[in-house]
C-alpha cells in the first residue's frame, strides 16, 4: 500500500518538525506503528558514540509504556554496557534483520529479557538500526507473537521510519541536553552567588536546597558526614513545607528512636555510592535498613537520590535528597546533581573551617581567660616535691601513689597550709589525665550566686549581667580532673547540683536545655572536719560519702617535727636561690625556736617565715625579727610530754609576734594580715576574740 506507507511517512515527518512535546511525538509515533505492523513490544535504545553503552530510550511493551529518558518503575538501571549482550550483535547490523527469540537465546543464555519475553509466548525479534547522516545512533526492535509477514516494501518503509526515528531520538536528545546544560548553568550560577555570599550553615544549605528543589524537586535535602573516629552526623538537613519553602530539621530528633533505626552506620554505605533508589527498589531496601523502613512508613518516603561528597582526606559526606514520590528520580537528576558535587564539597569546607576558626577562637579565649586566673598556681607537682621523711608523711605518699592512676574520686583534708592542694596536683600529674587540664575551683572565694555559674557555665541572657555564653569548670575540664578546694564551704543548694555530676556525670548550663556529658575526675579538699559539718547539717551527707570514697588525711606540721627542719632547709635553698641572695647561717636558739614553735599555719607558715628571713637579713646569719623573741617568750618545753599550751594561747601569741614585727599594723601591704596570710577583717575579729588591743599590746 505505497500511498499509505507515504502518508505515514508524511505523517511522521510532519510531527516530527512540528511536535513540541516529545512525549506526545513517540506516544503517536509507536501507535501508528503498531497500526500498520501489528507487534507487542517496541523497545528504542540509544548507543553512545564508541558503541560501547546502550540505553533505553523508550519501551512500550504490551500497554506498559515507558516514555523518552523515564527511569522504568523498578527502578532498574536504564544504561548499561553492551558487552556480553546481544546488542553487540546488533550494532554491526546495516539493514533490517528478523531473529527467532529461541536462537537468540540459546547465543545469550544469560541475557534475562529474552527469558521473560518467551516465557509470555513471544518468539519474533525485528531489529532496526537507527542512523542519521550514516552514523548508526541507536536500534528500533519489535517483538511479536506471529511470525511477522514482510513484504520488500514493508522492509524499506521500516527502514525509512528508522530513519526519520532517528532524526527524532537525535532532536530529542540534543533539546534535552541543552535544556539541562542551561538547567545547570543556572543553578551553578546561583549556587556560587550563595557560596560566595553566605558563610552561614543553615542558611547557606537552605539555599542550595532551595536551588537544587526547583531542578530536581524533592521533600527532604540533607547533607551528612561521617568523620573517621564519630559516627554519621547530619550537617544539615531540610524538609519541604506546604508552602514550599525548606525549614531546618531538630538535629536530636532520631534520639527517641528505637536502637536499630538509630543505626545509622548501616546506611553509610548506601549513601558512599552515587545512586537513585525508586519504586520498587526503594522499597527491597527499606526492608534491609531499619532507617529507611522508619522514613518510609513514619514520613512517606518512597525515593531517594544519593550524592556521595568523597573529599580526599576530610570528612566523608553524602548529599541526600528524598521524595514522597514513588518515581521522584532519575539517573538524569543524578548525573545533574553530581556535575554540583564540586561546589558543594568547597561550600562544605568553607563552613567547617570557618566554624573550627570561630570554634578555635572561643576555645583560646576559654583558656586565656583560664590561663589568667591560675597563672600562679599552675606548676605542676610530683612526688619529689614533698619534703618531709616522716613516718605520717610516708603513709600519705602511699596512699597518693596508690590511688593516684585510677579516676577515684579523692577527698584531702587536713589544716590549712598543710599541703593539700600539693597533693591534689601531684595526684593529676601522676594520672593518666595529666596531659589535659586540672581545673581548680575555690569554692570559698567565690559570691555563692557566680559558683553555679562557674562550676556549670551558662547561656547567653540567662540572666542579667550574661552578655555571652560561658563555659563552665566542669565542661573546660573534659578530659581531666577539677580540684574542688574548700569543698566545706559549698552552699547547700550547689551541693545537690554537683551530686548531680559525681553520679550522672552529666549536667546543664544555665538557662541551657541540652544536657552536656562531661568525664571528670574529681578531687576535693577542705581544711574542716566534714563529718561534723554533715552533724550540724551544713553538708550532705549523700555528697559527704560520694567525695570521701578515698580520704587522704594531711597531718598538721606539729605532728610532725622531724619535718620542719628539712622544709626549712628546702625553702631556705628555694628563696635564697631565687633572690640572689648570699647563704646566711643559722642561730642555734633561731633553730631551737623554729622546731618549738607550734606552726598553726603549717608549711605555708613555715615557707613565709623562711621567705621573709631571707628577705630582711643583712649580717652573716638570718634574721628572724620578733619570731624569736616571740618563741622564746613561751615557756621551754621538753621535745615530747610535758604541759601543752591551748590552741587559744598558742594562736594569740602567734598574732602579737606578728603585729611586733608589723609594728602593730594589721592591714596593707606590710601589715600582719599579709604575713599571717588571712583576710586583715577575719584578723581584726580574731584579735578582739582574743582580746588583743593593738596600741596597748604591742608597744
Ligand atoms: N610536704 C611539702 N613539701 C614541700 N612543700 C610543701 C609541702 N607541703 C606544703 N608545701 C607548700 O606549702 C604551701 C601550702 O601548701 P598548700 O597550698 O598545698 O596547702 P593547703 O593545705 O592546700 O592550704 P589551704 O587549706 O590553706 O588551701 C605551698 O607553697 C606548698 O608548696
Redesign the pocket.
Known amino acids: 500500500m505505497p500511498d499509505q506507507d507515504d502518508s505515514l511517512l508524511l505523517y511522521l515527518n510532519d510531527a516530527i518538525a512540528t511536535t513540541r512535546n516529545k512525549e506526545d511525538l513517540f506516544r503517536s509515533m509507536t501507535e501508528k506503528l503498531r497500526l500498520i505492523f501489528p507487534f507487542d513490544a517496541i523497545t528504542i535504545l540509544t548507543l553512545d558514540a564508541e558503541h560501547q553503552y546502550r540505553r533505553v530510550f523508550l519501551r512500550d511493551y504490551l500497554g506498559e509504556v515507558l516514555l523518552p529518558n523515564q527511569t522504568r518503575a523498578g527502578g532498574k538501571p536504564t544504561r548499561g554496557p553492551i558487552e556480553g549482550t546481544p546488542v553487540e550483535l546488533f550494532v554491526h547490523q546495516t539493514h533490517l534483520r528478523q531473529y527467532d527469540l529461541e536462537e537468540l537465546l540459546k547465543a545469550y543464555p544469560q541475557y534475562q529479557p529474552f527469558g521473560a519475553l518467551l516465557e509470555r509466548g513471544m518468539r519474533y525479534f525485528i531489529v532496526v538500526p537507527l542512523r542519521t547522516s550514516g552514523q548508526l545512533i541507536g536500534l528500533l526492535s519489535l517483538v511479536s507473537r506471529r511470525q511477522p509477514e514482510f513484504s520488500p516494501t514493508d522492509v524499506d518503509l521500516l527502514e525509512k521510519i528508522g530513519s526519520l526515528v532517528a532524526v527524532a531520538v537525535t532532536n530529542t536528545l540534543a533539546f534535552e541536553d541543552i535544556a539541562r546544560r542551561e538547567q545547570e548553568k543556572s543553578m551553578q550560577l546561583a549556587l556560587n552567588n550563595a557560596l560566595l555570599s553566605i558563610k552561614e550553615r543553615g542558611e547557606l544549605f537552605r539555599t542550595i536546597a532551595t536551588e537544587i528543589n526547583h531542578v530536581v524537586p524533592c521533600d527532604y535535602f540533607g547533607v551528612r558526614v561521617r568523620k573517621t573516629s564519630s559516627p554519621v552526623r547530619a550537617l544539615a538537613e531540610f524538609n519541604k513545607q506546604p508552602d514550599g519553602t525548606f525549614a531546618a530539621l531538630d538535629e536530636n530528633r532520631y534520639d527517641d528512636l528505637p536502637h536499630p533505626v538509630q543505626n545509622k552506620e548501616a546506611v553509610v554505605e548506601l549513601f558512599s555510592r552515587p545512586a537513585v533508589y525508586v519504586g520498587t527498589d526503594f522499597e527491597a531496601l527499606s526492608r534491609q535498613y531499619a532507617l529507611l523502613r522508619y522514613i518510609r512508613e513514619e514520613r512517606g518516603t518512597q525515593s531517594l537520590l544519593c550524592a556521595p561528597l568523597d573529599t580526599n582526606g576530610e570528612p566523608a559526606a553524602a548529599l541526600i535528597l528524598a521524595s514522597h514520590q514513588p518515581l521522584a528520580f532519575t539517573e538524569e537528576n543524578l548525573e545533574l546533581i553530581q556535575t554540583l558535587v564540586p561546589q558543594i564539597r568547597l561550600a562544605i569546607q568553607n563552613v567547617l573551617a570557618f566554624e573550627q576558626i570561630d570554634a578555635l577562637r572561643a576555645q583560646l579565649e576559654r583558656e586565656r581567660t583560664y590561663l589568667i586566673d591560675e597563672i600562679n598556681?599552675s606548676?605542676a607537682?610530683r612526688l619529689d616535691?614533698?619534703?618531709?621523711g616522716s613516718a605520717v608523711?610516708q603513709q600519705v605518699y602511699t596512699r597518693l601513689s596508690q590511688v593516684a592512676p585510677t579516676d577515684t574520686t579523692v577527698l584531702?583534708t587536713?589544716?590549712?597550709?598543710?599541703?593539700?592542694?600539693?597533693?591534689?596536683?601531684a595526684l593529676h600529674n601522676l594520672s593518666p589525665r595529666k596531659e589535659r587540664a586540672l581545673i581548680k575551683i575555690?569554692c570559698a572565694a567565690l559570691p555563692a550566686q557566680l559558683i553555679e555559674s562557674e562550676l556549670f557555665g551558662h547561656e547567653k541572657g540567662a540572666f542579667t549581667g550574661a552578655h555571652d555564653r560561658r563555659i563552665g569548670k566542669f565542661e573546660l575540664a573534659d578530659g581531666g580532673t577539677i580540684f574542688l578546694?574548700?569543698v566545706g564551704e559549698l552552699p547547700l543548694d550547689l551541693q545537690a547540683k554537683l551530686l548531680r555530676v559525681l553520679q550522672e556525670k552529666e549536667f546543664e548550663r544555665i538557662g541551657g536545655r541540652r544536657v552536656i556529658q562531661t568525664d571528670v575526675r574529681v578531687i576535693a579538699?577542705?581544711?574542716r572536719v566534714l563529718e561534723d559539718e554533715v552533724a550540724a547539717g551544713h553538708f550532705r551527707a549523700d555528697l559527704y560519702y560520694r567525695l570521701n570514697v578515698f580520704p587522704i588525711k594531711?597531718p598538721p606540721l606539729r605532728e610532725r617535727p622531724e619535718?620542719i627542719e628539712p622544709?626549712m632547709r628546702?625553702?631556705l635553698e628555694r628563696f635564697t636561690k631565687q633572690m640572689g641572695k648570699p647563704v646566711r647561717g643559722l642561730r642555734e636558739r633561731d633553730l631551737k625556736a623554729l622546731r618549738q614553735y607550734g606552726w598553726p599555719?603549717?608549711?605555708?607558715e613555715?615557707?613565709h617565715v623562711l621567705e621573709q628571713a631571707v628577705i630582711v637579713s643583712q649580717g652573716p646569719f638570718l634574721e628572724f625579727a620578733g619570731f624569736s623573741a616571740a618563741a622564746q617568750a613561751a615557756p621551754e618545753k621538753p621535745e615530747t610530754g610535758g604541759p601543752l599550751k591551748t590552741l587559744k594561747d598558742q594562736e594569740r601569741d602567734h598574732i602579737l609576734a606578728a603585729l611586733r614585727r608589723t609594728s602593730g599594723r594589721v592591714s596593707g601591704p606590710n601589715g600582719a594580715a599579709v604575713l599571717l596570710?588571712i583576710n586583715p577583717k577575719t584578723l581584726e575579729a580574731r584579735m578582739k576574740k582574743l582580746g588583743i588591743q593593738r596600741t596597748v599590746e604591742v608597744k
Open positions: 598556681t606548676a607537682a616535691d614533698f619534703v618531709g608523711m584531702i587536713g589544716e590549712t597550709g598543710t599541703g593539700k592542694e600539693l597533693v591534689a596536683r575555690n578546694d574548700e579538699a577542705t581544711n594531711l619535718d622544709l628546702h625553702f599555719g603549717n608549711v605555708r613555715l615557707e596570710d
